[in-house]
């Protein structure tokens, strides 16, 4: 079973990453200590141990490139968060499975402002359907879903549901005439 993960997470490195060329090369992508770390945690937190579970959270995030999965997050199967850096996944987001995540990506609340005044447990964390890509720097908050097979563009900021087969696009710099720099 656990060495079943493993060589499951080393594919989807291969597939989804043209430029790791072979299954030694896989091993070393940044992100895979914080995932193969976040299933004991998350074991951990549902039993209540929650400072161990952030323990084991915290050298995830250390031996990847800040990769935060709260222990509390519920993520799916085949997750791959391309160059394993600065990605936080907030304690209750939900991810399907095969979601793909570049780097400098934000799962998390709107604000502790709102979400002091929530009933306690209730949901401050999006949904993320299955095979759902999201590009670098786009940021996802708050009690919303975001639907089967979506694309959120690099940058996106996503504040509602997003439909199943969407793609959310961030606005596009402008590119003018140089004139005095
Ligand atoms: C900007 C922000 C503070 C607004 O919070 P809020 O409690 O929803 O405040 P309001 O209800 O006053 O604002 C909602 C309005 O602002 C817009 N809005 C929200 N965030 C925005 C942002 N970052 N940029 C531009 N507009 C934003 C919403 O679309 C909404 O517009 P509408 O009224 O036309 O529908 C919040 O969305 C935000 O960005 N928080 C930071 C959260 C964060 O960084 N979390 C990371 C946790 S890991
Ligand atoms: C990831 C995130 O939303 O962080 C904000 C805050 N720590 C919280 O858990 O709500």
């Known amino acids: 079973m656990l060495f079943g993960t493993?060589?499951?997470?080393?594919r989807v490195v291969r597939e989804r990453d043209p430029a790791a060329r072979s299954t030694l090369e896989a091993l070393l992508a940044a992100h895979l200590p914080a995932i193969w770390l976040h299933r004991p945690a998350h074991r951990l937190y549902l039993r209540g141990l929650r400072v161990p579970a952030r323990l084991v959270t915290l050298i995830g995030r250390r031996c990847s490139g800040g990769v935060d999965i709260h222990p509390g997050a519920r993520i799916g199967r085949r997750?791959?968060?391309d160059h394993?850096?600065?990605v936080v996944i907030g304690e209750q987001a939900v991810l399907g499975d095969d979601v793909t995540i570049f780097q400098q990506v934000t799962i998390g609340a709107v604000g502790w402002w709102?979400?002091?005044r929530l009933p306690v447990g209730e949901r401050r964390h999006?949904?993320?359907g299955d095979r759902v890509v999201i590009g670098a720097g786009a940021t996802i908050l708050g009690r919303i879903e975001v639907g089967d097979d979506c694309v959120i563009g690099a940058h996106a900021l996503v504040l509602t549901d997003v439909p199943p087969k969407s793609v959310v696009r961030?606005?596009?710099s402008v590119t003018t005439a140089r004139t005095r720099i």
């Open 6 to 10: 493993i060589r499951e997470d080393l």
């Open 79 to 81: 997750l791959f968060v």
């Open 84 to 86: 394993g850096c600065s």
């Open 114 to 116: 709102r979400d002091n």
């Open 126 to 128: 999006p949904i993320i």
């Open 170 to 172: 961030a606005p596009a």
